[in-house]
């Protein structure tokens, strides 16, 4: 690694070497995990999750080196999520994915399973901090819903995102996204499993609800290569150009956690 914050997915900069700059890595808290479906406690008093999603508050797709990134305008309640394991209404902040090849790309897993992609939709608690940077430092400061991409049919709304993706080839682009309603990318169940976790990025931070869905939604192979082969890890200045793939961190030790479900067996 060159510099302090210089982390990555590669050999020398990927997961395995992050606890160098950033300790809590190795914290009791991290995030993504294996969910073992049988060791879920399915809780009765978990609530239906509620997506007030009907604003499309969307305002531009980015490429930050790591991920692919579409933002929302979250200066109000417009796009909230609520109900499930929180105990107030989180803001939409923005969403990315992860994905790798020959089926693996999910950062969480399914008793072992990989799917080749996961969304995350990353939500802050503006009632209780007031700014996301805060949200993200507290233990209950953000909600993040994942969602995994398994392969199949076309989805429809997922090709408005594919199609943008060129303008966002390189580390460190952004253009205009608006009028996109995530609404499109959600499964028709909205059970879920639920556990105390971080970010599965640097700064790792313990400060995630994670809230993951239990029905994947499926995208085609052709839309999954587009991510694979459009977007760079790399700038456009750098010489060398590297595809951005395989994006996420594998599952991290329990450590004592417990995995609600909201829904039995
Ligand atoms: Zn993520």
């Not at 606890?19 to 978990?46: D, E, K, T």
């Not at 990315?96 to 990989?114: A, L, N, R």
């Not at 105390?196 to 052709?222: A, C, D, M």
């Not at 839309?223 to 700038?235: A, E, H, I, V, Y």
Request: aromatic share 10%; proline share 7%.
């Amino acid at each position: 690694m060159t510099g302090h914050h210089c982390w990555g997915y590669g050999e020398d900069d990927g997961p395995s070497e992050w606890h160098r700059y950033f300790p809590i890595a190795q914290g009791n808290r991290q995030s993504p995990i294996n969910i073992i479906a049988n060791q879920a406690v399915f809780n009765p008093s978990l609530n239906p999750l509620v997506l007030s999603y009907d604003h499309c508050t969307s305002i531009n797709i980015s490429n930050n080196g790591h991920s692919v990134m579409v933002e929302f305008d979250d200066l109000d309640n417009q796009t909230v999520i609520s109900g499930g394991p929180l105990n107030d209404s989180y803001r939409l902040k923005q969403f990315h994915f992860h994905w790798g090849t020959h089926g693996q790309g999910s950062e969480h897993t399914v008793d072992g399973k990989s799917y080749p992609c996961e969304l995350h939709l990353v939500h802050w608690n503006a009632r209780a901090y007031p700014t996301f940077e805060e949200a993200a430092a507290a233990s209950d400061g953000l909600a993040v819903i994942g969602i995994f991409l398994d392969t199949g049919g076309q989805h429809p709304g997922l090709s408005r995102l594919t199609d943008a993706l060129y303008m966002v080839k390189f580390k460190g682009t952004k253009a205009q996204f608006d009028n996109f309603n995530p609404k499109c990318l959600l499964p028709s169940s909205l059970e879920y499993w639920t556990y105390p976790g971080s970010l599965t990025t640097p700064p790792l931070n313990e400060s995630v609800i994670w809230i993951v869905l239990k029905e994947p939604i499926k995208v085609s192979e052709k839309q999954m290569d587009r991510f694979r082969k459009t977007l760079l890890f790399s700038g456009e200045e750098e010489d060398e150009r590297i595809q951005m793939v395989n994006n996420f961190r594998p599952p991290q030790p329990l450590n004592g956690r417990k995995v609600q479900a909201s829904f039995k067996g």
